[in-house]
């Protein structure tokens, strides 16, 4: 079955950057939108950011707009999320997530996607 498999977590002081990875397993992703969510302790599944099947499309988070950058690579199934100038309060699990139907309306929200990673730790220290 396709699978999603975030990487790239670990512990960074803030100001740092990291850069997560997800690979898909399986079929190809290439007709899916993907979305990067992240989820702190005790707090609901949070928006990050979405990347359009195509690629042509990115939305953000207002939280994380301008430090943050969505990309993927269809030919290698895979999509990325750069994160600079982190701060602690980025710190969260990060999922990867993929959609089928690639809404304009309802990418924030974690109920328009239907695949999910595992989820990867991201740390930011002060």
């Known amino acids: 079955q396709v699978q999603l498999v975030e990487s790239g977590g670990g512990l960074v002081q803030a100001g740092g950057s990291l850069r997560l990875s997800c690979a898909a397993s399986?079929?190809?992703?290439?007709?899916?939108?993907m979305g990067w969510f992240r989820q702190a302790p005790g707090k609901e599944r949070e928006f990050v950011a979405r990347?359009?099947?195509?690629?042509?499309?990115?939305n953000y988070a207002d939280s994380v707009r301008g430090r943050f950058t969505i990309s993927r690579d269809n030919a290698k199934n895979t999509v990325s999320l750069q994160m600079n100038s982190l701060k602690p309060e980025d710190t969260a699990v990060y999922y990867c997530?993929?959609?089928?139907?690639?809404?304009?309306?309802?990418?924030?929200?974690?109920?328009?996607?239907?695949?999910w990673g595992q989820g990867t730790q991201v740390t930011v220290s002060s």
């Open positions: 990347i359009t099947w195509s690629g042509a499309v990115t």
């Open positions: 399986g079929r190809t992703f290439s007709n899916y939108a």
């Open positions: 997530a993929a959609s089928q139907w690639d809404s304009g309306t309802y990418y924030g929200r974690p109920v328009a996607y239907n695949l």
